[in-house]
């Protein structure tokens, strides 16, 4: 069963940074676009960021825009979202998600579009 792996969360006082790790479980990402989505209690699912498998295309939700910065490293097969400047807004739990789409220059901010997901990594913002 293909499956993923968050890990990186944890508590942090407002203006901190944490680095998000994603990293797959029987299978490679180099041909997959990731998306990272985050839930707050009582609210639906967010999409953060994505990238695609290219590379080429990245995505940011309006509100992490120059906070957030999504990255894949082939080579050791792992996504990261290194989150900056964290708010107490910020947390949720943080899920990432992967697919293969027809291109490899597409990726998408919806959670339907994504097949593969991990058990998420809960992100606390508080003093």
């Known amino acids: 069963q293909l499956q993923l792996v968050e890990s990186g969360g944890g508590l942090v006082q407002p203006g901190g940074s944490l680095r998000l790790s994603c990293a797959p479980s029987?299978?490679?990402?180099?041909?997959?676009?990731i998306g990272w989505f985050r839930q707050a209690p009582g609210k639906g699912r967010e999409g953060v960021s994505c990238i695609s498998s290219s590379h080429d295309s990245i995505f940011y939700e309006r509100s992490v825009v120059g906070r957030f910065t999504i990255s894949r490293d082939n080579a050791n097969n792992t996504v990261y979202l290194q989150m900056r400047s964290l708010k107490p807004e910020d947390t949720a739990v943080y899920y990432c998600a992967a697919n293969h789409f027809n291109s490899n220059d597409y990726c998408a901010a919806t959670a339907r579009e994504y097949d593969i997901w991990g058990q998420g990594t809960q992100v606390t913002v508080s003093s």
């Open positions: 029987g299978f490679t990402l180099d041909y997959y676009a």
